[in-house]
């Protein structure tokens, strides 16, 4: 499942932003992650991935970022990491790695609009 935002930042910010949030950020992605763009990497932006703990377990997280005329578009894929009995999460487990994924990226933006007011409130 794919969240999606448009966030009004440089690609830099954001990049930095992700990396504390999640610290374990890899810009290597393994072959197994979901992506949004299959074939390539962002136009003129970057991808990253990591792991998490979210409310259904274990989640495998990729953070595809492409620049915009307005900031950056951001698309972030989640994957429940089911067990190998399972044939696939269900629709509740879904449903939750769906919410999850909307509140990573509101904590993010919250994030970035934070340090552009700080930098702005230093520079005045």
């Known amino acids: 499942m794919t969240r999606h935002r448009l966030i009004r930042c440089d690609l830099a910010r954001l990049t930095g932003c992700a990396r504390q949030l999640h610290p374990d950020l890899d810009g290597v992605l393994p072959e197994q992650t979901l992506r949004w763009f299959t074939h ?29 005329a307005c900031g950056v578009l951001v698309h972030l894929t989640v994957t429940p990491l ?7 999460p269900g629709r509740v487990t879904r449903g939750l790695a769906e919410i999850w994924a909307a509140r990573q990226l509101t904590s993010l933006s919250r994030l970035v609009d934070a340090t552009t007011t700080q930098r702005s409130d230093e520079a005045a």
């Open 40 to 68: 390539r990497t962002p136009p003129g932006g970057a991808a990253l991935s990591w792991s998490d703990r979210g409310p259904v377990g274990a989640l495998s997280c990729c953070l595809e970022v492409e620049r915009s």
């Open 82 to 88: 089911v067990r190998p009995n399972s044939l696939s």
